[in-house]
Structures are given as structure tokens and as C-alpha cells.
């Protein structure tokens, strides 16, 4: 199953409303994961089940959608939310990854 | 706390061998599937291969069949992936990460990573 987000990059104030999608090449029902890494430094899983925000995470942060199409909504862009996001899909083997998008100021 | 600490990464020449390890802690290692993601230089990620907790499930990916062997051993948890016949192209970064079926299998737990460079 390949994953494409989009856009690969984007710039965008602290303040801004950023989407980032993601589309499956099949249908994955809800097995679908949002990661952020920043520079230097592991993923960090923000979503998992395409909604449903792991603990600790910041409500700023949602995720929507199933079957083919999703998105990972940031409501009010923070200066530590720079970084790089992945959706992964789970629903089967080989666990894609999406290629990535780097939010930039 | 929950940790995973990577180690054995290092340069090896192609067509080399090389074996990393991730020691957990914090979790009851032998419940969990786990899994190992790589990164090469200023790309994304690439999940490499899966083991489930009590052993009885295995995956890889293609890039990597046949030359890498995932294992675990639950009395010392830890896990493993042994790395044969080494090309430049599995130059990367090399994560463990724990799955959470909670999270419909997520990966909620990862390790710092370690380096692996392959290169004459």
C-alpha cells in the first residue's frame, strides 16, 4: 500500500491553520498513524486509529478521514510544531510510511 | 519510565555483517510486538521488519529479505537485527520502536536509534 502525503513541504506562520493529506494507494479503513520528527531526533506518534490523539499530545493537533483519504490538521501553528510529519499506514504488511512533510517557518 | 535503547551500529564494509540490539525497559518486553525502522541521510523513514511478543509472527521488508533476521530474546528484553551482506543503500539510521495494539498497532515507543554506515 503506498502512502502519498502532500505537500512534500510548506511554509507557514505561528498562528496558521496548517492540512497536510495523506492518500492511500488502497483502503485502510482507519489504520492510519501521524508521526512528527524533528531534527536529530526519533518520531514521536501523534495520532493513531486516523483520530484519536495519543496522551499527552496537544488538542492543536487533529486527525480525520478512512479508507483512502486523510488529513493531520494543526489549528494554531506553535514555533515547536517546525518539523517533519508522517502518516503510516497499518492496516497491512509491508507498514508503509508516507514520504514526509516538513513544515517550515 | 518506558525506554528502548539502540546500540551496535557502527561502519562496515559492503557485503559486511553487522548485529544491533535494543534493551527495553519500563514495559513487560515479552507482551509487545516490535519492530525496527530505518532512515538514511535526509530521507524518510522506512519500516524494516516486525516481530511479534511471544515469537510467533515475522515480516520483513522486500529491501531487506533474505539478509536481515529479526529476533528477540523476552529473558533479556531485548531485540535484535542481525544485518548480512550489508549494501550502501541500507546506510541509515536505525530505530526500534514498540507497538501498541491500543493504538491499533502504532508505533508509541521509540529508541534514539543508531547509526549504521555502509562504505569501503
Known amino acids: 500500500i503506498q502512502l502519498t502525503q502532500s505537500p512534500s513541504s510548506l511554509s507557514a506562520s505561528v498562528g496558521d491553520r496548517v492540512t497536510i493529506t495523506c492518500r492511500a494507494s488502497?483502503?485502510?479503513?482507519?489504520?492510519l498513524a501521524w508521526y512528527q520528527q524533528k531534527p536529530g531526533r526519533a518520531p514521536k506518534l501523534l495520532i493513531f486509529?486516523?483520530?484519536t490523539l495519543q496522551s499527552g499530545v496537544p488538542s492543536r493537533f487533529s486527525g480525520s478521514g478512512s479508507g483512502t483519504e486523510f488529513t493531520l490538521t494543526i489549528r494554531s501553528l506553535q514555533p515547536e510544531d517546525f518539523a517533519t510529519y508522517y502518516c503510516q499506514q497499518l492496516k497491512s504488511y509491508p507498514l508503509t510510511f508516507g514520504g514526509g512533510t516538513k513544515v517550515e517557518i | 519510565e518506558v525506554q528502548l535503547l539502540e546500540s551496535g551500529g557502527g561502519l562496515v564494509q559492503p557485503g559486511g555483517s553487522l548485529t544491533l540490539s535494543c534493551a527495553a525497559s519500563g514495559f513487560t518486553f515479552s507482551n509487545y510486538a516490535m519492530a525496527w525502522v530505518r532512515q538514511a541521510p535526509g530521507k524518510g523513514l522506512e519500516w524494516v521488519s516486525i516481530?511479534?511478543?511471544?515469537?510467533?509472527?515475522?515480516k520483513y521488508a522486500d529491501s531487506v529479505k533474505g539478509r536481515f533476521t529479526i529476533s528477540r530474546d523476552n529473558s533479556k528484553n531485548t531485540l535484535y537485527l542481525q544485518m548480512n551482506s550489508l549494501r550502501a543503500e541500507d546506510t541509515a539510521i536505525y530505530y526500534c520502536a514498540k507497538l501498541e495494539p491500543q493504538c491499533l498497532g502504532a508505533f508509541d515507543v521509540w529508541g534514539l536509534g543508531t547509526m549504521v554506515t555502509v562504505s569501503s
Open positions: 488502497q483502503g485502510i479503513s482507519s489504520y
Open positions: 516481530k511479534s511478543g511471544r515469537d510467533v509472527t515475522t
Open positions: 486509529a486516523a483520530s
